[in-house]
C-alpha cells in the first residue's frame, strides 16, 4: 500500500538553496516505495469544484517571481490521461463532481518539490485542483474518494504549508527563528497528526492555537493536508521534516503509512 504524503514546498527558490528542507525534499524519495504515478493537490490551484489535469504532456508553469535561474528549469514529467479518467470516476462514485482540464499544467506547488525529489521526470504526475470555498472535512472526503489509488502504486500528496502567514513575513530573514504562535501551532499539528486525531485535526480552528494567524483566509496552503490525510484514511501520521523559512513558514511534512 503507497503512503500518502504532505509537504510543505516553500519558496520557488527553495529548488536552489541549501539548507536542511532542501536537502529533505532531494531525500523524498528514500521515505516512499517507488509511486507508478502521483497525484498532487496543491494549494496554488485553485477552483469551485475539483479539476484534473489529464494532458498527456503537462507544461511547467511559472507561476512565481524570482531570480532568473528558476525560469530556466522545467520538469517534464508526463501525465496521464488514463489515471485522470480513474479519479474523476472515484469522485463521481463518492459523489464528488470533478472535471478533466487538458490544457493545465504543474504549478510550482507540485513540480518545484517534484523536481527535486524525482529529478528524473520520468513518473506520471496529475494535478487536483482545491476548493478554497469548501472546509477541511470536503477536502478530507475528497482525499479518501482517492484512497483506493494507493493500492496500485500512486502516490497521493498535498503540497502547501503547515504554517503559512505571507503577512507577516517580511520581517524575518530566510534563516530567522520562528515566533512563538507559529511554534505552537507547528507543535499543536505534530502531536494532532501522530495522534491520529481527524475530528480535532478537521475542526482545527476551534482546537489549534491562532490558526487564522497561521493560516489567514482561504487557508490555501493547509487544505491539501487534509486531501493527504483523507486518502491516507486517517491513520495516524509520522511527522518526517521539521523546519522554518522565514520565521512564518513551518516547513513540516508528515506520512500516512
Same mark, same amino acid.
Request: with cysteine; net charge negative.
Given at each position: 500500500?503507497?503512503?500518502?504524503? @504532505?509537504?510543505?514546498?516553500?519558496?520557488?527558490?527553495?529548488?536552489?538553496?541549501?539548507? &536542511?528542507?532542501?536537502?529533505? $525534499?532531494?531525500?523524498?524519495?528514500?521515505?516512499?516505495?517507488?509511486?507508478?504515478? #502521483?497525484?498532487?493537490? &496543491?494549494?496554488?490551484?485553485?477552483?469551485?469544484?475539483?479539476?484534473?489535469?489529464?494532458?498527456?504532456?503537462?507544461?511547467?508553469?511559472?507561476?512565481?517571481?524570482?531570480?532568473?535561474?528558476?525560469?530556466? $528549469?522545467?520538469?517534464?514529467? %508526463?501525465?496521464?490521461?488514463?489515471?485522470?479518467? !480513474?479519479?474523476?470516476?472515484?469522485?463521481? *462514485?463518492?459523489? #464528488?463532481?470533478?472535471?478533466?482540464?487538458?490544457?493545465?499544467?504543474?504549478?510550482?506547488?507540485?513540480? #518545484?518539490?517534484?523536481?527535486?525529489?524525482?529529478?528524473?521526470?520520468?513518473?506520471?504526475?496529475?494535478?487536483? &485542483? #482545491?476548493?478554497?470555498?469548501?472546509?477541511?472535512?470536503?477536502?478530507?472526503? @475528497?482525499?479518501?474518494?482517492?484512497?483506493?489509488?494507493?493500492? *496500485?502504486?500512486?502516490?497521493?500528496?498535498?503540497?502547501?504549508?503547515?504554517?503559512?502567514?505571507?503577512?507577516?513575513?517580511?520581517?524575518?530573514?530566510?534563516?530567522?527563528? %520562528?515566533?512563538?504562535?507559529?511554534?505552537?501551532?507547528? !507543535?499543536?499539528?505534530?502531536?494532532?497528526?501522530?495522534?491520529?486525531?481527524?475530528?480535532?485535526?478537521?475542526?482545527?480552528?476551534?482546537?489549534?492555537?491562532?490558526?487564522?494567524?497561521?493560516?489567514?483566509?482561504?487557508?490555501?496552503?493547509?487544505?491539501?493536508?487534509?486531501?493527504?490525510?483523507?486518502?491516507?484514511?486517517?491513520?495516524?501520521?509520522?511527522?518526517?521534516?521539521?523546519?522554518?523559512?522565514?520565521?512564518?513558514?513551518?516547513?513540516?511534512?508528515?506520512?500516512?503509512?
Amino acid at each position: 500500500m503507497m503512503p500518502t504524503l @504532505f509537504i510543505s514546498h516553500g519558496p520557488p527558490a527553495v529548488a536552489l538553496m541549501e539548507n &536542511s528542507t532542501a536537502a529533505f $525534499l532531494r531525500s523524498l524519495s528514500e521515505h516512499l516505495p517507488w509511486p507508478e504515478a #502521483i497525484v498532487c493537490a &496543491s494549494a496554488h490551484w485553485e477552483a469551485w469544484r475539483p479539476m484534473v489535469t489529464s494532458a498527456a504532456a503537462p507544461a511547467t508553469i511559472y507561476d512565481f517571481g524570482g531570480p532568473s535561474q528558476l525560469f530556466q $528549469l522545467r520538469y517534464p514529467a %508526463p501525465g496521464s490521461p488514463d489515471l485522470a479518467g !480513474e479519479i474523476l470516476a472515484l469522485l463521481a *462514485k463518492n459523489g #464528488i463532481e470533478g472535471a478533466a482540464d487538458p490544457d493545465r499544467g504543474l504549478d510550482h506547488g507540485a513540480w #518545484i518539490p517534484l523536481m527535486m525529489a524525482f529529478p528524473e521526470a520520468d513518473i506520471p504526475v496529475i494535478q487536483v &485542483s #482545491i476548493q478554497t470555498e469548501r472546509d477541511a472535512a470536503w477536502h478530507c472526503r @475528497f482525499g479518501e474518494a482517492m484512497a483506493p489509488l494507493r493500492e *496500485k502504486g500512486v502516490l497521493v500528496m498535498g503540497s502547501g504549508g503547515a504554517v503559512h502567514n505571507l503577512e507577516e513575513i517580511g520581517g524575518y530573514a530566510l534563516d530567522a527563528p %520562528p515566533p512563538d504562535y507559529v511554534l505552537r501551532f507547528d !507543535e499543536w499539528l505534530a502531536g494532532a497528526a501522530a495522534g491520529g486525531e481527524v475530528d480535532v485535526l478537521l475542526d482545527y480552528r476551534n482546537h489549534a492555537p491562532e490558526p487564522d494567524r497561521c493560516h489567514p483566509w482561504p487557508a490555501e496552503h493547509f487544505l491539501p493536508f487534509f486531501v493527504a490525510m483523507g486518502a491516507g484514511r486517517g491513520v495516524r501520521a509520522r511527522c518526517i521534516h521539521q523546519g522554518f523559512m522565514y520565521g512564518t513558514l513551518s516547513m513540516a511534512a508528515y506520512i500516512w503509512e
